[in-house]
């Protein structure tokens, strides 16, 4: 369909498709085919109830009563609240009888506390390499530190996983191995120090933020082994315990929603009321980043219309 909008596109790293020019052109070709489809589109229109009858469905509306014979629920999840997000799909299962799993943010920057938080503070804006785990989940993406906490692809995979209370493993540039450079440079020059030869694989500002943390001020050749294999293993295995997220406020999408028990999974309509279907994020399915909550958007919206 892209293509045949004539949508120039190419593909970045994990396969993730971007537009040449703009995300314009998708929404341009989506209302391209609403209007070839002879949707009706009422944009600023709120919707107060929705009731079933025999004869299908009546909306009330600040733009009047609607009839339909089917409702498709498409309005997504609680994310990104600034952009018109509410729970409203929620409601309205709930109102015919369907379950609810527990709703949270996802794909969320994660913050620290305030004394961490002060501790890192001169890393903010830096980005880095990273392989960031939660139990038997790593993702392995770029790591960016923030003036609230840690954001980047990785962070925001890994908090869909990450519960309050738990801790999260970071393991920095995880291809290099530190403690074979860091011994190697002291054997080629001793005189270096420490915070030069991790500059070489690390941002500046953060090489010299593990130097003093870790203490290895010294020259090279005053360090022994083991101090060199213990900054090899903090940059393989930094521990932080997040306080929290920034929540919905952030959030690309929100997990949990409407159990998928209660739908039929060809349809998507609801098992125990005919003629009502809900589709993309307000249902209890979550994809990683990278396109798979766009994907199942779609792929839902189209297994609801296909049966409608």
């Given amino acids: 369909m892209v293509e045949t909008h004539k949508i120039a596109w190419h593909e970045k790293t994990l396969g993730q498709l971007f537009c040449d020019d703009s995300a314009r052109d998708i929404i341009r070709m989506l209302l391209d085919e609403m209007r070839s489809g002879g949707v009706d589109m009422r944009l600023g229109v709120e919707i107060s ?71 890192l503070a001169p890393l903010s804006g830096v980005s880095v390499n990273a392989e960031v785990r939660h139990g038997k989940t790593a993702f392995r993406e770029a790591l960016l530190f923030t003036h609230r906490g840690l954001s980047g692809p990785a962070i925001l995979q890994i908090s869909s996983y990450w519960r309050e209370g738990a801790e999260i493993t970071l393991s920095l540039e995880p291809d290099v191995d530190f403690a074979a450079v860091l011994k190697a440079a002291r054997k080629e020059n001793g005189r270096q120090a420490v915070q030069t030869v991790l500059a070489l694989h690390l941002p500046k500002r953060l090489a010299q933020y593990v130097a003093e943390r870790l203490a290895l001020e010294k020259p090279l050749a005053d360090l022994s082994d083991k101090a060199l294999e213990a900054a090899a293993n903090f940059l393989r295995a930094w521990t932080i315990k997040p306080a929290g997220s920034e929540g919905y406020r952030t959030a690309e999408v929100t997990l949990g929603g409407i159990d998928t028990a209660g739908l039929d999974s060809k349809t998507m309509m609801a098992k125990t009321v005919p003629g009502l279907y809900f589709i993309g994020e307000c249902v209890d399915v979550t994809g990683w980043l990278g396109g798979y909550n766009f994907q199942w958007a779609w792929a839902s919206g189209h297994a609801a219309g296909e049966s409608v």
């Fill in 49 to 119: 109830a929705v009731e079933k009858g025999e004869g299908g469905f009546r909306l009330q509306t600040t733009d009047g009563e609607i009839q339909a014979a089917s409702v498709v629920i498409a309005t997504g999840g609680k994310s990104i609240p600034k952009m018109g997000a509410t729970g409203f799909a929620y409601k309205v299962a709930e109102q015919f009888g369907l379950r609810l799993t527990e709703t949270r943010p996802g794909l969320v920057p994660l913050t620290l506390d305030p004394v961490l938080l002060a501790e």
